[in-house]
């Protein structure tokens, strides 16, 4: 069945520092992805999406890389700043439009000062 | 521009009582879903609706949960008989016709079941 998950549970990073944050898919029947942003207390926040005819699109200080072969999406963060502390979320759809997004289970970010 | 809206956001309920939960989608938009956050983990889908139609439930338990989306009004995720179980963070989405980009998700509405 389709299932998507994240490989780390928390992810520790200095401020200033890149980010990166992975997570595994397993339908390949899945043509979009979208990275959330979800801070405490709030609703998730769309940060960036890809299409599976992509392999990289980028953001402002994000980036977000496809590799279908072993279907996996990471999620880049440049010069990680405090505010970027949140829970992470990857999602796929796999049915065209107006379908469900799948959330994995969510990535702890935490920036040091 | 009102994004998604979702009320109440905090709904303190006894076993066995009744929730309501209400959500108006973003203008223009026709498509909504919700979906079920326990603590500390990810967002679980239920239900997708359009307008007067249920077109995806594959994620509702099948009793006590229902939901509905009437031509006129909000959304509504409704859990009779509540649980503990069912102390959780209800988050619904929308998204406009013919669409393929990101959902646009509420605030949500955090049910405690005492």
């Known amino acids: 069945g389709e299932s998507v998950g994240l490989h780390l549970p928390t992810l520790s990073v200095q401020e200033g520092d890149n980010s990166i944050i992975n997570c595994a898919y397993s339908n390949s029947a899945s043509d979009y992805f979208i990275w959330y942003k979800q801070e405490s207390g709030k609703g998730p926040q769309f940060i960036i999406d890809i299409r599976s005819n992509m392999d990289k699109r980028q953001g402002q200080r994000v980036t977000v890389l496809l590799n279908k072969t072993v279907k996996h999406l990471s999620l880049q963060i440049a010069a990680t700043q405090p505010g970027d502390s949140a829970v992470y979320f990857c999602?796929?759809?796999?049915?065209?439009?107006?379908?469900?997004?799948?959330f994995g289970k969510g990535i702890t970010l935490s920036v040091r000062p | 521009n009102a994004g998604v809206m979702q009320n109440p956001r905090h709904l303190v309920r006894r076993r066995g009582q009744e929730a309501r939960l209400r959500c108006s989608p973003m203008?223009?938009?026709?498509?909504v879903y919700w979906y079920r956050q326990l603590p500390e983990e990810g967002l679980k889908f239920m239900v997708y609706l359009q307008k007067e139609n249920i077109i995806d439930e594959s994620g509702m338990p099948k009793e006590r949960f229902s939901a509905e989306f009437p031509k006129e009004g909000p959304s509504i995720l409704r859990i009779q008989q509540v649980v503990r179980g069912d102390s959780a963070a209800y988050f619904c989405?929308?998204?406009?016709?013919?669409?393929?980009?990101?959902?646009?998700f509420g605030e949500g509405s955090r049910l405690t079941v005492l």
């Open positions: 203008k223009g938009h026709s498509h």
């Open positions: 989405a929308s998204s406009p016709p013919l669409y393929t980009g990101e959902l646009f």
């Open positions: 999602a796929e759809r796999w049915s065209g439009a107006n379908s469900k997004l799948t």
